[in-house]
C-alpha cells in the first residue's frame, strides 16, 4: 500500500489530485468546527452521553453531530438517499432502466439521488431539531439545549423560536449540502470516491479521541494497562480479518468453447466469475441499523428515553444498543439483509443466459437451468459466510463491552473498521489502476 502512494506521489498529476483531495478533507473538516447559532454544545454532548445511537452517528459524522456544527448532518442524509434509490430501482422500471444505460443513466440516478437526499435532510434536520427541544439528561429532567440570545432555554417569545427554527434547520441542510459538493469535488478533481473519503476522513478523526481515551483509563488505574493491550490486540486483530475477508472470494471457472469466423479461431479460453465473501459490504448493517434506530429515533423526537415510564420507556430499555436482545435482532437481521442485498445485485439466470450467448460454461454443468441453479447454490453458500462475517464484525464491540465494561467508552467498533478498511483497500485501487494506466517506467516493476 504505501508503495502505491509512493509510486503515486511521483507522478505529478496524480500528486496534485491527492493534494487536492487533501485540501478538500481539510475544508471538511474546518467546516465540522463551525458552530450552528442557538445551540447551547454543552448541553448537546450531556444529552448525547446516555443515547448509543447518537454517539455511533457521532462517529460517522466525525464529531460534528455531537458539538452541533454545520456538518452535524454529514452524509447521512446522502447514505440514506442511495440505499432508498437501489431498494426503488428493483421496483420501479423506469430507475431499473436508468441503471442499464451506461454513463448517462448513472449521472441522471445520481441526481436523482442528490435530490432525495436533501429531501431527507430538510426531515432530519427538523427531527434533530425536535429532538434538541425535547433533550433530557441522565437525571431525565429538560435540558436547555436551545440558546436565545444570552438565554439558554426553550420558553422564549414565539418570534425568537421560529427564528432558531428556520436557522438551525437551515444550518443543518446546508451543511448536507455541503458534504455533496465537496464529495464531487472529489470526484472530478481528485483521486475519487469522494463521499467515501469524506466518511474515511470522519470517522479517522475520531482516532485522537480514542487515543486519549486509552490514556486516561492509564491514568486512572494502571491495572487498566492490561485492558489497553488487549484492546490493541482486538483492534488489530479486526483489521486484519476484515481485510481478509474483503479480499476473499469464490471463483466459478469458466470455459468458452472454441468458434471458427472465417479463417479466424475465437474462443478456447479459460476464466472465472468472481462472487466476493463480503461483495455487499456494510450496507447490511446500515439497513439493521436503520430498522432498528427507527423506534428510538422517533421516541426521542417525543421527548421519550429509556428513564421514561410506562411500555415505551420498558421498550427501549429492552432494545438498547448494549444488550443481548439487541445483538441477536441486530446479527438476524443483518443476515437476512445480506440476502436480499444480494438478490437484488446478482441474477443467477441472467449470468447463465449471458455465458450461453458467448459459448461460455462451467465444466461439469450443462448450458442453462443446471448452469444457474450450480450459481444460486454458491451464491446462497457464499452470502451465507459473508454474511455471519458481517453480523459478528457489527456485535462484537456489543458483546465486548458487556464482557469488559471498561472498554464500553469506545465507539470505533466493527462496522467502523470495516468502513475505514474497506475505502483505504478502495482508495489504493484505485491509485494502481489509474498509475497503470499511464504506464510510467519503474511503477510496474
Given at each position: 500500500?504505501?508503495q502505491?502512494?509512493?509510486?503515486?506521489?511521483?507522478?505529478?498529476?496524480?500528486?496534485k489530485?491527492?493534494?487536492?483531495?487533501?485540501?478538500?478533507?481539510?475544508?471538511?473538516?474546518?467546516?465540522?468546527?463551525?458552530?450552528?447559532?442557538?445551540?447551547?454544545?454543552?448541553?448537546?454532548?450531556?444529552?448525547?452521553?446516555?443515547?448509543?445511537?447518537?454517539?455511533?452517528?457521532?462517529?460517522?459524522?466525525?464529531?460534528?453531530?455531537?458539538?452541533?456544527?454545520?456538518?452535524?448532518?454529514?452524509?447521512?442524509?446522502?447514505?440514506?438517499?442511495?440505499?432508498?434509490?437501489q431498494?426503488?430501482?428493483?421496483?420501479?422500471?423506469?430507475?431499473?432502466?436508468?441503471?442499464?444505460?451506461?454513463?448517462?443513466?448513472?449521472?441522471?440516478?445520481?441526481?436523482?439521488?442528490?435530490?432525495?437526499?436533501?429531501?431527507?435532510?430538510?426531515?432530519?434536520?427538523?427531527?434533530?431539531?425536535?429532538?434538541?427541544?425535547?433533550g433530557?439528561?441522565?437525571?431525565?429532567?429538560?435540558?436547555?439545549i436551545?440558546?436565545?440570545?444570552?438565554i439558554?432555554?426553550?420558553?422564549?417569545?414565539?418570534f425568537?423560536?421560529?427564528?432558531?427554527?428556520?436557522?438551525?434547520?437551515?444550518?443543518?441542510?446546508?451543511?448536507?449540502?455541503m458534504i455533496?459538493?465537496?464529495?464531487?469535488?472529489?470526484?472530478?478533481?481528485?483521486?475519487?470516491?469522494?463521499?467515501?473519503?469524506?466518511?474515511?476522513?470522519?470517522?479517522?478523526?475520531?482516532?485522537?479521541?480514542?487515543?486519549?481515551?486509552?490514556?486516561?483509563?492509564?491514568?486512572?488505574?494502571?491495572?487498566?494497562?492490561?485492558?489497553?493491550?488487549?484492546?490493541?490486540?482486538?483492534?488489530?486483530?479486526?483489521?486484519?480479518?476484515?481485510?481478509?475477508?474483503?479480499?476473499?472470494?469464490?471463483?466459478?471457472?469458466?470455459?468458452?468453447?472454441?468458434?471458427?469466423?472465417?479463417?479466424?479461431?475465437?474462443?478456447?479460453?479459460?476464466?472465472?466469475?468472481?462472487?466476493?465473501?463480503?461483495?455487499?459490504g456494510?450496507?447490511?448493517?446500515i439497513?439493521?441499523?436503520?430498522?432498528?434506530?427507527?423506534?428510538?429515533?422517533?421516541l426521542?423526537?417525543?421527548?421519550?428515553?429509556?428513564?421514561?415510564?410506562?411500555?415505551?420507556g420498558?421498550?427501549?430499555?429492552?432494545?438498547?444498543?448494549?444488550?443481548?436482545?439487541?445483538?441477536?435482532?441486530?446479527f438476524?437481521?443483518?443476515?437476512?439483509?445480506?440476502?436480499?442485498?444480494?438478490?437484488?445485485?446478482?441474477?443467477?439466470?441472467?449470468?447463465?443466459?449471458?455465458?450461453?450467448?458467448?459459448?461460455?460454461a462451467?465444466?461439469?454443468?450443462?448450458?442453462?437451468?443446471?448452469?444457474?441453479?450450480?450459481?444460486?447454490?454458491?451464491?446462497?453458500?457464499?452470502?451465507?459466510?459473508?454474511?455471519?462475517f458481517?453480523?459478528?464484525?457489527?456485535?462484537?464491540?456489543?458483546?465486548?463491552?458487556?464482557?469488559?465494561?471498561?472498554?464500553?467508552?469506545?465507539?470505533?467498533?466493527?462496522?467502523?473498521?470495516?468502513?475505514?478498511?474497506?475505502?483505504?483497500?478502495e482508495?489504493?485501487?484505485?491509485?494502481?489502476?489509474?498509475?497503470?494506466?499511464?504506464?510510467?517506467?519503474?511503477?510496474?516493476?
Amino acid at each position: 500500500m504505501f508503495q502505491v502512494f509512493r509510486n503515486a506521489w511521483m507522478d505529478t498529476q496524480l500528486r496534485k489530485k491527492i493534494l487536492y483531495t487533501l485540501f478538500i478533507i481539510i475544508l471538511f473538516r474546518l467546516g465540522s468546527s463551525i458552530f450552528v447559532p442557538f445551540l447551547d454544545n454543552n448541553a448537546i454532548s450531556t444529552m448525547m452521553g446516555d443515547a448509543s445511537l447518537l454517539n455511533y452517528l457521532d462517529v460517522m459524522t466525525g464529531g460534528s453531530l455531537g458539538k452541533g456544527t454545520l456538518l452535524a448532518m454529514s452524509i447521512t442524509p446522502y447514505i440514506n438517499a442511495s440505499i432508498i434509490i437501489q431498494l426503488l430501482a428493483v421496483a420501479i422500471p423506469p430507475l431499473e432502466k436508468l441503471q442499464k444505460e451506461g454513463e448517462e443513466g448513472r449521472r441522471k440516478l445520481n441526481t436523482i439521488t442528490k435530490i432525495t437526499s436533501l429531501a431527507i435532510a430538510v426531515l432530519q434536520a427538523v427531527g434533530f431539531y425536535f429532538m434538541l427541544r425535547n433533550g433530557v439528561n441522565e437525571n431525565d429532567t429538560h435540558t436547555a439545549i436551545l440558546k436565545y440570545g444570552d438565554i439558554y432555554d426553550t420558553t422564549s417569545d414565539t418570534f425568537s423560536v421560529v427564528l432558531a427554527a428556520i436557522v438551525i434547520v437551515a444550518c443543518f441542510v446546508a451543511g448536507a449540502s455541503m458534504i455533496i459538493w465537496l464529495g464531487d469535488r472529489i470526484n472530478e478533481k481528485g483521486i475519487g470516491n469522494g463521499i467515501s473519503m469524506i466518511l474515511f476522513a470522519g470517522i479517522i478523526s475520531g482516532l485522537p479521541n480514542a487515543v486519549n481515551y486509552f490514556i486516561l483509563m492509564c491514568k486512572d488505574n494502571l491495572a487498566n494497562i492490561g485492558f489497553v493491550l488487549l484492546a490493541l490486540i482486538i483492534f488489530i486483530a479486526m483489521v486484519w480479518f476484515v481485510i481478509m475477508m474483503t479480499n476473499a472470494e469464490r471463483r466459478i471457472p469458466i470455459q468458452y468453447a472454441k468458434r471458427v469466423v472465417g479463417r479466424k479461431m475465437y474462443g478456447g479460453q479459460s476464466t472465472h466469475i468472481p462472487i466476493k465473501v463480503a461483495m455487499s459490504g456494510v450496507m447490511p448493517i446500515i439497513f439493521a441499523m436503520s430498522i432498528l434506530s427507527l423506534p428510538q429515533t422517533i421516541l426521542s423526537f417525543c421527548g421519550i428515553n429509556a428513564n421514561s415510564e410506562g411500555f415505551w420507556g420498558g421498550f427501549l430499555r429492552v432494545f438498547n444498543q448494549s444488550t443481548p436482545v439487541y445483538a441477536v435482532v441486530y446479527f438476524l437481521l443483518i443476515i437476512a439483509f445480506n440476502y436480499f442485498y444480494v438478490s437484488i445485485q446478482y441474477n443467477p439466470v441472467e449470468i447463465a443466459n449471458n455465458l450461453k450467448k458467448n459459448n461460455g460454461a462451467i465444466p461439469g454443468y450443462r448450458p442453462g437451468k443446471p448452469t444457474s441453479d450450480f450459481i444460486y447454490n454458491s451464491l446462497n453458500k457464499i452470502t451465507l459466510i459473508g454474511a455471519i462475517f458481517l453480523g459478528i464484525i457489527a456485535i462484537f464491540p456489543i458483546i465486548l463491552a458487556l464482557c469488559v465494561p471498561s472498554l464500553s467508552g469506545i465507539y470505533i467498533g466493527g462496522t467502523t473498521i470495516l468502513i475505514v478498511v474497506g475505502v483505504a483497500l478502495e482508495t489504493v485501487r484505485t491509485l494502481e489502476s489509474q498509475i497503470m494506466m499511464r504506464h510510467h517506467p519503474g511503477f510496474l516493476d
